[in-house]
């Protein structure tokens, strides 16, 4: 699991080192690790030349004390500053560097920009976790004047990007390899700033974050044997979870079958399945193992190819069953047409599993809005979207997309984002419905359900069919090979 915090984690897990802090110690760590990091990759590559841009915060002192190290250490080292007396610590920190044999230049004169131009590797000390979208003015000649070929490695942040990493921002540092101090902030991890990091290192200077609670989190393959729900040999049928699933109906038949298919495979002890005729029929061929009819579970998976608007005594009764799942005291995961039955919050846990274009025409319905919110406004900004519907609705809220946001209302986000392309194709979100309801009906959590059953799914994805195009119905049979394969690597490692 990988876990990123905000700036006001980092910054009280600081200040609970006031020895450290005040001593400069915590700044001599963080200048130790940039200046052994930049030697290694300029030894490797056979670099000389190196250019520090200096802003005027304590992120540049980190910058310049490193640029000081390089310096001693052999290197033609410049740093370009702002104003080497911004700060008492940018100036401790240059006077440093010109007694290590370090340039220190001040402005964007022409040679500053042209140390900048010349430099093989280029650190980025402009700003740091308290800067703000967007480079300062000063900074922008030297932005434009690192050349393509440049390595480029940020200290702490690629100056000018989001620290809370939400949308890219364009006149900012993109860099090809970031070091960060303490843990990774959400910039780092965040799949939309995160390509602007490139390489991320993360350097121990000494901060006790075992009691904090991060801002995002990513589940890595090696969690998959800690959270995923094993039986043990005192485990029968019921105690390894039933799911009961409503989905499909008279038009959509498919949804029934891929929902249940992904659960059976995926482990769950039963699956009763709650439909018309039709794609009753249609699980029983396909998924026999599947119990037809309502009766005791552990949770319910409502709203695959669900058409809350259907007519006849069967789409009816199927209707009448979801709204009673949805009274009961059980967890419930609501996907598609299930999210239309949904009025407002649940006193049992409930997981939304939408699409931009179903959670844009959930945040209009239950936000009161006077106009129609667009799939494009959410697909803009996901993660912003994804917590308004958490926090109307009180369900934790899984948005499905190139990225998927896993949020509750105000917990960390999980996000993922390794999935193969080849996955958006019709059937998936039945798929994966199926596959997390089994989770819930387990016993997990829906934070823990939604965000370990998306990182399956897409393992699935790419061992159904590696490299190439998947059908919805492969991926839900290859999920149980995978589970198995993840299980597997994690005890011979």
Known sequence: MITGYSVETIRRAEAALPDLL????????????????????????GFRRV????????????????????????????????????????????????SRGARVLTGDGAEALTAIARAEVVLDGITGIGGRPGLPPFAR??????????????????????????????????????????????????????????????????????????????????????????????DDKYSRGVLGIVAGGERYTGAAVLASTAAVTAGAGMVRYVGPQAPTDLVRQTAPEVVPGEGRVQAWCIGSGLDPEATGEEAAEQLAAARAALASDLPVLLDAGGLDLLDGPRGAPTLLTPHAGECARALTRLGGRTSDLTRAEVEADPLEHARMLARLTGATVLLKGAVTHVVDADGPVHVHDEAPAWLATAGSGDVLAGLVGTLLAAGLDPTTAASLGVLVHGRAAEHANPGGPVRALAVAHAIGPTIAALLTESAQV
């Not at 004390?65 to 610590?89: E, H, K, M, W």
């Not at 932005?143 to 490695?153: F, L, P």
């Not at 991320?200 to 904090?212: E, F, K, Q, Y």
């Not at 801002?215 to 998959?224: E, K, Q």
């Open 22 to 45: 005040e001593s400069g110690e915590l700044m001599s760590r963080a200048a130790r690790g940039v200046a052994r990091l930049t030697s290694a990759r300029m030894r490797d590559r």
């Open 51 to 98: 250019t520090g841009l200096i802003g005027p915060g304590n992120n540049g002192a980190d910058t310049l004390y490193a640029i000081a190290r390089l310096a001693r250490r052999g290197f033609d080292a410049t740093a370009v500053c702002v104003d080497p007396q911004s700060s008492p610590n940018v100036t401790a920190a240059a006077e440093r560097a010109r």
């Open 141 to 234: 000649p030297w932005v434009d004047a690192i050349r393509d070929r440049t390595w480029v490695i940020a200290v702490d942040t690629p100056s000018g990007q989001p620290v809370e990493g939400r949308q890219v921002v364009a006149d900012a540092v993109f860099a090809d390899e970031t070091v960060t101090f303490g843990a990774p902030k959400a910039v780092h991890l965040l799949p939309s700033t995160e390509p602007t990091c490139g390489i991320l290192t993360v350097l121990d200077i000494g901060l006790d974050l075992t009691d904090a609670t991060p801002t995002v989190v990513r589940l890595t393959p090696d969690d998959v044997p800690v959270l995923w729900p094993v039986p043990t040999t005192e």
